[in-house]
């Protein structure tokens, strides 16, 4: 069964730049079925689509974040990052990354990872 | 960017009943919709894709349908853990990846 699983602060300063990174269970990570996203949720809201990247690094970005958001892969440690700068108060969420499928261009998060809080504050 | 927009915000259903959560789309996207189960503190599950089709391990009391617009996912003989956030997402357009902002299914 495929896991991610997240890792990183769960604390930042504002201004400050939110690292996590996810860990890729299993033998699907250099599929080129499959991208690798993160989705986050500020605390009683609802989900907002951060990016994807590909195990070859094609990206995609929520254009809302782009300008201050990388998205990285480490295909030898089957991980990929997030990197996003000068964060604020509203950058506050619970952070998931997820396994996005594109079989039968059909794009879907089918595995998610637990999800790991993130709260800017100083 | 494509708006979802979910109805009711909340609704109030019987175990054993049915209900029924509607997604409406700003612009066509055909059949590229998905439908999620977020319970407290968990991560969102997969329930649908393609508006109808199930994911693996989904029991057949989760039904969607729809096409362009107008989305429904109909949840029969709810069961206690049911109980829960359901997310409509679309991928016809993207990016972005855009979700609805949730309904949730409370026990009457």
């Known amino acids: 069964q495929l896991q991610l699983q997240e890792s990183g602060p769960g604390l930042v300063k504002p201004s400050e730049t939110l690292s996590l990174t996810c860990t890729v269970s299993?033998?699907?990570?250099?599929?080129?079925?499959?991208?690798w996203g993160w989705i986050r949720q500020p605390p009683g809201k609802g989900l907002e689509w951060i990016g994807n990247?590909?195990?070859?690094?094609?990206?995609h970005y929520n254009p809302s974040l782009k300008s201050r958001v990388t998205i990285s892969v480490d295909t030898s440690q089957n991980q990929f990052s997030l990197r996003l700068t000068s964060v604020t108060a509203a950058d506050t969420a619970a952070y998931y990354c997820?396994?996005?499928?594109?079989?039968?261009?059909?794009?879907?998060?089918?595995?998610w990872g637990q999800g790991t809080l993130v709260t800017v504050s100083s | 960017e494509i708006v979802m927009t979910q109805s009711p915000a909340t609704l109030s259903v019987s175990p054993g009943e049915s209900a029924t959560l509607s997604c409406r789309a700003s612009?066509?996207?055909?059949?590229?919709l998905a439908w999620y189960q977020q319970k407290p503190g968990q991560a969102p599950r997969l329930l649908l894709y393609?508006?109808?089709s199930r994911a693996t391990g989904i029991p057949a009391r989760f039904s969607g349908s729809g096409s362009g617009t107008e989305f429904t996912l109909t949840i029969s003989s709810l069961q206690s853990e049911d109980f829960a956030v359901y997310y409509c997402?679309?991928?016809?357009?993207?990016?972005?990846?855009?979700f609805g902002q949730g309904t949730r299914l409370e026990i009457k």
């Open positions: 997402q679309q991928y016809n357009d993207w990016p972005p990846i855009t």
């Open positions: 997820a396994r996005l499928s594109s079989y039968g261009r059909q794009y879907y998060f089918d595995f």
């Open positions: 990247i590909h195990y070859t690094g094609s990206t």
């Open positions: 393609g508006a109808s």
């Open positions: 612009q066509s996207v055909s059949s590229n």
């Open positions: 299993a033998g699907s990570f250099r599929s080129s079925t499959y991208y």
